[in-house]
Structures are given as C-alpha cells and as structure tokens.
C-alpha cells in the first residue's frame, strides 16, 4: 500500500470541517483590520529564504525542501511565506500603495522537521503582514487581532507572551554580553548551543535543552535595549493595556528567524504540549532591505492552521457551531417532497441528506442511525396528505408530528435547547 509522504498528512472527516470553519473566522477577522488576500507561489528560488528567514537557523541548515529544477537553479518549497510577501512587494511596487500595506495568506509550508504532535513537514499557516509603517500602535494592534482570533474561537486559557530583541545598533552589544555571560558555561551547553554561542547566542535562550535556572541567571536584553527600541517597546505594552490585551513580557522569547527585530510574540496554548505556539510573529524592519528593496519596515504573525485546529478541538467549542445532521426518510412515490423539504431546511443552514435507497421506513431509520443524524424527518404517505411529517428526535428516541411548514423551527427549537443544556453542564475553566 502507498501511504503519505511520512509527516504529511490528509485532512478529512471532522478535522477539515473545523479547518474550513476556523479559515472563515480567520479571513473575517482579517478582513474587518483592513487586510487584503495575496496567493504567492509555494516555490521560491532558495536564495529567498537564505537571505530573509537567515543562513543560521534551524529551518535554512537543516529544514527546507530545496533541490534544482530541470533549469539548474535552486529552488525549495516554501518553509513560511512572510518571505514570499517581501519578494512580492518588492517586485510588485507594492510601495506605491497606501501604507500601511496589509496582506493577508494561507497556504501549505513545508519544514524538514522530525514529525510529532503538532509538528508536520507539510502543514498550513494563515498570515498576516502589516508593511511600511513602524508604528508600535500597529504591532499592538496586530497582537490584538492574534488575541481576537483566540477570543472568536472560544479559545480558552491563551498566553500572549512578548519580548523585543533590539534592532542593528542595540542587538550586537547584547550578543557580547550574553556570549561573556555564557563563557563559564560553554561546556554544559548542549552541540547546538555550543555553534550559536558564536553565531547567534540569542537562540540558546530559547533552547529547550538549556536549564531555566541556566537561562534565568543570564542577561536580560531588555536592560540592554536602545532609546528607540525601548520607547517603541514600552509603547507597545502601553497600547495592549489600554486595549485590554492580557499579555506577559518573556525575556527568553528570541523566535527561530533572522529577520526579526524588536517586538516578537508568540501566542501558547497548554494543550498542545512541547509544540505550543499556536502562532508567532514580530516585527521585520530590515527584511525588505535585505532582499533587495528599499527600507521598509514591517510586521506580521503566522498561525499553524493543524496547531489550531488541535486546541480548538481539545477544547470542543467549534463543535457547538456545527449543523446538525438531518436525514429525510420518504415513503414510495415522494422523492420530490423529501427533495423539496430538504432544500427549505437546507437553505436555513442544516445538512440534510435525503436517503437514496428509499423501501421500509426502519431500513431508512437505521441507514440514519449509522450516518449519525441527530434528527430524522419521516415523510410517510399519510403525513404528506396531511401536509405535515414526523420529527425523530435520534438522540432522545421521540417522534412528534409537525406541520411542514413549522418543521425548520421545530428543529431550530429543539437543537438550540440541547446546545444550552449541553453549555450550561460544561465544566467552566
Ligand atoms: P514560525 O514561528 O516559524 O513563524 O511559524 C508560525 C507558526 O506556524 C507556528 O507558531 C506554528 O503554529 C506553525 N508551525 C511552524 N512549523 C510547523 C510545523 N512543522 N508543523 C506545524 N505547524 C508549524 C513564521 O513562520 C513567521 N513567518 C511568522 C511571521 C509572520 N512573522 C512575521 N510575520
């Protein structure tokens, strides 16, 4: 047998429900700051991505899908796409927009990464990318959407945590510092700390493998920070304060990219486990000048799209969303009844299906039981006289007759008293 590709994965059933579900709010939410959709090629030439995302990090050394077209040029399947945005506006004068430029994406990524919960080769991120303007009210108002999203979702028990890393000027008198604070320790660093010690030292603190007390004891670049990037910084928290935005300032959050440059964030959810972003994101000022274009500063996030779904998932909110399944049973002769009653029901937002095979109303009603309707609505010759039909009601085993033309109410009833009762008995966190 032929199965996936190993960390690549079909999504169906329920999890593509709640995928196509999540992605409405996600573009809804998108849409209500101002931002518009931009569809960027899943290839890129390699060079795109060693000179954005950075040649020493994790996703460009050992990460990326990269190999050489029939052309003889290097080209990899995108490992993110805020690098993919940069190129475009850079390409496409996006500069002669208003700015701030906003563009929204989702789309397939791909990362060479050991497969776990969580952590897929193939896998997708919903993004956006605020560009052109360096407003610390923006990054504010960019976290603020990320925590919008969460709240929209139902989402409970979210942490937003955020950090600046310094820009050009601040950010290389830190790295000596923390390289002298680090010296004593270099042998109890594990292999890869040992080689960002000399080329990014910032990444050992977020390093897994590094004891908290370890990381504790080091500097903190916040205390090491530039006038500008620590008026911008203080700004932003200002701003998510004012704006009732929860949030921790975590010294330890540096982010797995290069481009990064003041504010970063990430947004964590317990229920994912040792993968607990859910999204990340910071601000890029530098990106567009490092692939060519003119100094543009810039600031987006990325949400893992199968992350997402997880927690929505553990925390069983999108469910209650869900439409009920209605399956129609007809007696001989009345297909155009049952077709006609299950385009009404339909067009008030149930998914219906009208049972194809049609014979004995019990061999309907167990083709229902094992589809897992949660009502059946039995179109029998008599009823259909009468102008009414029977409602049964699968979970509670009940049958009542109800005019035709009441039935979407009926239904609309009753499924709404069950989702209450169902609400009301859930354990509040
Ligand atoms: P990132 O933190 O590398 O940032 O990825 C963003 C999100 O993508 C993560 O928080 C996670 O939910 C998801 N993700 C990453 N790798 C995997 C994986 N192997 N499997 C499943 N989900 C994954 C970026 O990519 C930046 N481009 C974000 C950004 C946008 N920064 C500014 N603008």
Do not use: W
């Not at 990014?200 to 493998?209: A, F, Q, Y």
């Not at 504790?216 to 700004?235: G, M, N, Q, V, W």
């Not at 504010?263 to 999204?279: C, I, K, M, R, Y």
């Amino acid at each position: 047998m032929i199965k996936t590709v190993k960390g690549c994965k079909d999504i169906y059933g329920e999890d593509i429900e709640i995928f196509r579900s999540v992605e409405k709010v996600l573009r809804d939410s998108a849409r209500s700051y101002g931002f518009k959709e931009i569809v960027p090629p899943t290839l890129e030439y390699s060079e795109l991505f060693q000179r954005s995302v950075g040649e020493d990090t994790d996703i460009v050394e050992k990460e990326m899908y990269t190999f050489t077209d029939k052309g003889g040029r290097s080209v990899t399947l995108r490992p993110e796409m805020t690098a993919s945005v940069a190129r475009a506006y850079v390409e496409h004068h996006f500069e002669t927009l208003p700015s701030p430029v906003k563009l929204f994406y989702i789309g397939p990524c791909f990362r060479y990464e050991k497969p776990q919960k969580g952590r897929y080769r193939e896998f997708y991120q919903f993004g956006v990318e605020v560009l052109n303007d360096e407003s610390p009210y923006l990054d504010a108002e960019v976290i603020a959407l990320a925590y919008e999203i969460g709240e929209k979702l139902h989402l409970k028990d979210l942490k937003v945590k955020i950090n600046s890393i310094g820009c050009k000027k601040c950010r290389p008198h830190y790295k000596e510092v923390l390289r002298e604070a680090l010296k004593p320790h270099y042998e109890e660093l594990c292999d890869d700390c040992k080689r960002r010690f000399y080329t990014n030292p910032l990444r050992i603190l977020d390093c897994k493998r590094e004891s908290k007390a370890l990381k504790d004891s080091l500097p903190k670049i916040t205390d090491y920070l530039c006038d500008e990037c620590r008026a911008h910084f203080e700004k932003v928290q200002k701003y998510l304060s004012e704006f009732g935005i929860p949030f921790e300032t975590d010294n330890t959050l540096v982010r797995g990219l290069d481009y990064y440059t003041k504010t970063v964030f990430e947004v964590v959810s317990n229920d994912l486990g040792a993968q607990n972003a859910v999204l990340g994101g910071g601000r890029y000022d530098y990106l567009i000048e490092e692939i060519g274009g003119r100094h543009t500063p810039g600031l987006g996030f990325a949400i893992g799209m199968e992350r997402l779904i997880e927690v929505v998932k553990s925390q069983k909110s999108a469910q209650n969303e869900k439409e009920e399944l209605v399956y129609i049973a007809y007696g001989k002769g009345l297909e155009k009844e049952a077709y006609l009653t299950a385009k009404r029901l339909r067009s008030s937002g149930f998914t219906v299906i009208v049972d194809s095979k049609g014979g004995a109303f019990g061999k309907q009603l167990a083709r229902s039981r094992k589809r897992g309707a949660h009502f059946t609505v039995v179109i029998g010759e008599d009823e259909f006289k009468k102008g009414t039909v029977q409602l049964k009601d699968m979970e509670k085993q009940t049958q009542t007759e109800v005019k035709k033309e009441e039935l979407t109410e009926a239904i609309a009833q009753i499924s709404e008293s069950k989702n209450g009762a169902k609400e009301s008995n859930a354990p509040r966190k």
